[in-house]
């Protein structure tokens, strides 16, 4: 079962897809894992990502697409993956359907988790607290919002055309 999960910055999709893993038996891929786990390297790819993501912008789509790609013709992923925070542009759901469309592995549904922006705003405060995230600070994460209403909302409608 393939499965994409959109939801605003702390709208609790890491939780969520947490839960849904557990229940399906299916690997949990989130592309914002995998880019932190890049840039806690000390090499020039490391220090290019941290320069988008500490200013809450998306890493570039090529970058995104590379990684995401490897893991899902991996064998971890025969019985399906649960995507988390990808895709988040367009060009990244175009890039996603070719894939799976060369791998003749059509995606089964997405899933929108919807949270106001006052309610993310405070929450992500929070966190910013608990963990420490570089990204999670007021001017970064009121872009990360306006990133997501701009570039991932359209996507909504993109997979409702499609029946997902
Ligand atoms: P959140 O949901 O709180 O934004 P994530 O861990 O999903 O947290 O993402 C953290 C950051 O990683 C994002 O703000 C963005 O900079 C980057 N990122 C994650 N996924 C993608 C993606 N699919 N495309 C581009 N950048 C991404």
């Given at each position: 079962m393939?499965i994409?999960f959109?939801g605003?910055p702390?709208?609790g999709?890491?939780?969520q897809?947490r839960?849904?893993?557990?229940l399906?038996?299916i690997p949990h891929?989130?592309t914002?894992?995998?880019?932190?786990?890049v840039m806690e390297?000390d090499?020039?790819?490391?220090?290019?990502?941290?320069s988008?993501?500490?200013?809450?912008?998306l890493a570039?789509?090529h970058?995104?697409?590379?990684?995401?790609?490897?893991?899902?013709?991996?064998?971890?992923?025969?019985n399906?993956a649960?995507?988390?925070?990808?895709?988040?542009?367009?060009v990244?759901a175009?890039?996603l359907?070719?894939?799976l469309?060369?791998l003749?592995?059509?995606?089964?549904?997405?899933l929108?988790?919807?949270?106001?922006?006052e309610?993310?705003?405070?929450r992500?405060l929070?966190?910013a607290k608990?963990?420490?995230?570089?990204?999670?600070?007021?001017a970064?994460?009121r872009?990360?919002?306006?990133v997501f209403?701009d570039?991932?909302?359209?996507?909504?409608?993109y997979?409702?055309?499609?029946g997902?």
């Amino acid at each position: 079962m393939l499965i994409v999960f959109i939801g605003p910055p702390g709208a609790g999709k890491g939780t969520q897809c947490r839960r849904l893993v557990d229940l399906l038996d299916i690997p949990h891929l989130s592309t914002g894992e995998m880019l932190r786990a890049v840039m806690e390297q000390d090499t020039a790819l490391s220090r290019y990502v941290a320069s988008y993501i500490n200013a809450g912008k998306l890493a570039p789509d090529h970058l995104v697409m590379r990684i995401v790609s490897q893991k899902v013709k991996s064998p971890d992923c025969t019985n399906g993956a649960l995507f988390d925070g990808f895709p988040r542009t367009m060009v990244q759901a175009q890039m996603l359907d070719d894939l799976l469309v060369e791998l003749k592995r059509p995606l089964d549904v997405v899933l929108e988790l919807q949270v106001p922006d006052e309610v993310l705003i405070d929450r992500l405060l929070k966190r910013a607290k608990i963990d420490g995230r570089a990204d999670d600070n007021d001017a970064t994460i009121r872009e990360r919002l306006r990133v997501f209403h701009d570039q991932t909302k359209p996507l909504v409608q993109y997979y409702s055309k499609q029946g997902k």
